[in-house]
């Protein structure tokens, strides 16, 4: 890892909306059973963990792939978010399932990402969803550009010199991950614990 930043910044400052207690509508590409993605992440929570607290790695269970918001909860009508759903289910019965390759790790300020290959095909299921909510709400909401998938497999947890987090990646050579995706996740969110949590409200499988 070689950052083209001298510092690195706490990922968890509250953004504008978010506070302990709120929950958020969101769809992600998530990682239950893909043994092959929970050892690349193991292997970087290894080489990670002499850092202490200046990190947070990111288990198993909450590995993830953001790929578009609706909304808070209590802010969006959840009539309004089955009917997302049901739009999701027509338009992604057109995507394919497709294999993802997940690393190598890639700069950021406030996080360690894994490079996600071949995004084309995330790419289309963003799109999908992104034209399900538009046939619901009058907006959709977050820019259809500037998009690029990845993965994280830990935040950084403090303010602070680059130099640590890249000294404890330099010379990882490993060898990433492939995973199958056949769904797409409409999850209720939180980040109550300093973590990306959630609760399931629809999986939708891919065509």
Do not use: C
């Amino acid at each position: 890892m070689s950052p083209s930043f001298d510092s690195m910044r706490n990922h968890w400052w509250w953004r504008p909306g978010w506070s302990v207690g709120r929950r958020f509508y969101t769809w992600h590409l998530t990682f239950e059973g893909q043994d092959d993605v929970h050892q690349l992440a193991a292997q970087y929570r290894s080489a990670l963990e002499p850092l202490g607290n200046i990190v947070t790695p990111i288990p198993d269970r909450w590995l993830h792939l953001t790929m578009q918001g609706i909304g808070f909860v209590g802010e969006v009508n959840e009539q309004d978010v089955q009917a997302i759903v049901d739009a999701a289910k027509v338009r992604l019965a057109a995507v394919p399932a497709f294999n993802l390759q997940i690393g190598p790790h890639v700069p950021d300020p406030e996080a360690v990402l894994l490079h996600v290959h071949p995004d084309g095909p995330v790419h289309a299921v963003r799109d999908a969803i992104r034209s399900a909510i538009g046939d619901v709400l009058e907006e959709v909401p977050e820019n259809a550009d500037g998009f690029t998938p990845h993965v994280s497999v830990a935040y950084s947890a403090s303010d602070g010199p680059a130099d640590l987090i890249r000294q404890a990646l330099d010379g990882l050579d490993l060898t990433p991950a492939h995973a199958r995706i056949t769904s797409a996740e409409l999850i209720v969110l939180h980040r109550d614990n300093q973590m990306y949590e959630w609760e399931p409200f629809a999986p939708v499988p891919l065509g």
